[in-house]
C-alpha cells in the first residue's frame, strides 16, 4: 500500500491526482467495477467455494488484476498498443500483480479481519463477508490503478514528476541509505512488538485483538511520524521538526498515515492468522511478531516519504499547504520554502 500513501503525501503526485476533472471521472471508474464485481461474486458462488478462504482469495486477486489493468487504460487514456510500446511489460506486470492481484488480495484480508471484529465471522457466514471483500478490494484498486495511470499519461505529456509510485526509488533509497533509516527500522520493529504483547493481559479472543490492534496503530502511528520528519530533514535532528509544529498539525500528521495503515496492515496480518492458518485469535506470539513487522515497514514507508519529499522541495517541485488538504502533510508543507499556486477558500479535502 505504499503506492496508496505516496499519491497523497507527496506534492507532485497529490497535486496531478486530486484536480478535478480527474476526481470526476475516478468516481465513475470505481462505480463501475464494483458493479461488475458484484455480477462476478454471484456467478462465483455458484461455480466456486467461496467459504474456502484460499479459493476467495484467489477470486478477489484475479478480479482486482483484471480491474487494475483496465482502470490503468482509462486513466492513460490511450489504447493498448501505445501503452505496451510506452510503458513496457514490465511495468504491466507489476500493475497486474502488486497493484491487482497482491493488494486486492490484501485489501480482501482487511475487510475479513474488520467483520470479524466487529462479531461477523466470514468461517461461519461466507456469504455476505465474501461479497463485500471482492467489492471493495475491487473498487479500491480500480481508483489506485486509474490514479497511477493518469500519472504515468501526464509524464508522458512532460509534466515531471520526481517519485513514480511503483517502489522503485525506495529500493534505491534502501541501497544508498541503509544507515540512515537502520535505527528507524529496529526501533519500529521492537515497539511494535512491545506494543502488540499487550494483548496478553486480555483472554477474549476478539477483544485481546482489539488491544493489540490499538496499541500497534498508536504507537504505529507514533514512529511513522518520527520517521517521517527524519526523513524530510535528514540533515537536521527530527526532535526539532516535532518542536517546530503545531501539537495540532502533529495530531494529523500522526493519525494519517501513520495511524491509519499502521491499523491497515496489522488487520491484514491479523486476517493471514485467523483465516489462512485457522486460529482461533491472534496468540501473543503471531501478535508481536505482526505488530513488529507492521510498526518496522512503517518506519521505512514514512522514512523514505520524507526522504522523497525532501528530494522533491530540492528539486523545486513544491506548493502551497493550501493544495495539500491531506492531514499529514499541510502543516509541514506549510513550512516549506517555496510557496506554489492558491486555491479558492473553503476548498475541501481531495482525497
Avoid at 494529523?252 to 483465516?275: E, H, Q, S
Amino acid at each position: 500500500m505504499l503506492h496508496r500513501m505516496a499519491l497523497r503525501v507527496l506534492p507532485s503526485l497529490s497535486l496531478a491526482v486530486t484536480e478535478d476533472a480527474v476526481r470526476k471521472k475516478k468516481r465513475i471508474v470505481m462505480f463501475v467495477p464494483g458493479l461488475v464485481a458484484f455480477a462476478v461474486y454471484r456467478l462465483a458462488k455458484l461455480l466456486l467455494p467461496l467459504s474456502e478462504p484460499i479459493v476467495l482469495l484467489m477470486v478477489s486477486g484475479l478480479v482486482a488484476l483484471l480491474t487494475a489493468l483496465l482502470a490503468y487504460r482509462v486513466g492513460r487514456g490511450t489504447a493498448w498498443g501505445s501503452i505496451l510500446q510506452e510503458d513496457g511489460r514490465r511495468l504491466l506486470i507489476w500493475l497486474g500483480g502488486w497493484i491487482g492481484f497482491v493488494y486486492g488480495a490484501q485489501l480482501s484480508l482487511l475487510v475479513l479481519a474488520l467483520l470479524w471484529l466487529v462479531g461477523y465471522d466470514y468461517l461461519k457466514h461466507p456469504d455476505g463477508p465474501a461479497m463485500m471483500a471482492i467489492i471493495i478490494s475491487c473498487t479500491s484498486v480500480a481508483r489506485d490503478a486509474f490514479e497511477i495511470g493518469h500519472v504515468r499519461k501526464v509524464a508522458l505529456m512532460g509534466r515531471p514528476f520526481p517519485t513514480f509510485p511503483d517502489g522503485a526509488a525506495l529500493r534505491t533509497m534502501v541501497g544508498h541509505h541503509a544507515m540512515d533509516l537502520a535505527p528507524w527500522v529496529a526501533v519500529g520493529l521492537v515497539v511494535g512488538a512491545l506494543g502488540a504483547s499487550l494483548g496478553h493481559l486480555v483472554e477474549a479472543n476478539q477483544v485481546a485483538a482489539l488491544v493489540q490492534l490499538s496499541a500497534v496503530s498508536v504507537l504505529g502511528g507514533g514512529v511513522a511520524l518520527c520517521a517521517y520528519l527524519g526523513g524530510l530533514r535528514p540533515q537536521a535532528s527530527w526532535i526539532q521538526g516535532l518542536f517546530q509544529t503545531k501539537a495540532s498539525e502533529l495530531l494529523k500528521y500522526w493519525w494519517w498515515p501513520g495511524f491509519a495503515f499502521a491499523a491497515t496492515y496489522y488487520l491484514v496480518a491479523a486476517g493471514c492468522v485467523i483465516f489462512l492458518l485457522r486460529e482461533p485469535g491472534i496468540s501473543t506470539f503471531y501478535a508481536m511478531a505482526g505488530g513488529g513487522f507492521v510498526t518496522g515497514m512503517m518506519a521505512l514507508y514514512c522514512y523514505y516519504l520524507g526522504f522523497r519529499r525532501h528530494v522533491e522541495e530540492q528539486q523545486g517541485h513544491t506548493m502551497s499547504s493550501a493544495l495539500l488538504r491531506c492531514p499529514f502533510v499541510m502543516g509541514i508543507l506549510g513550512k516549506s520554502t517555496a510557496v506554489g499556486v492558491s486555491m479558492p477558500a473553503g476548498s475541501g479535502s481531495k482525497i
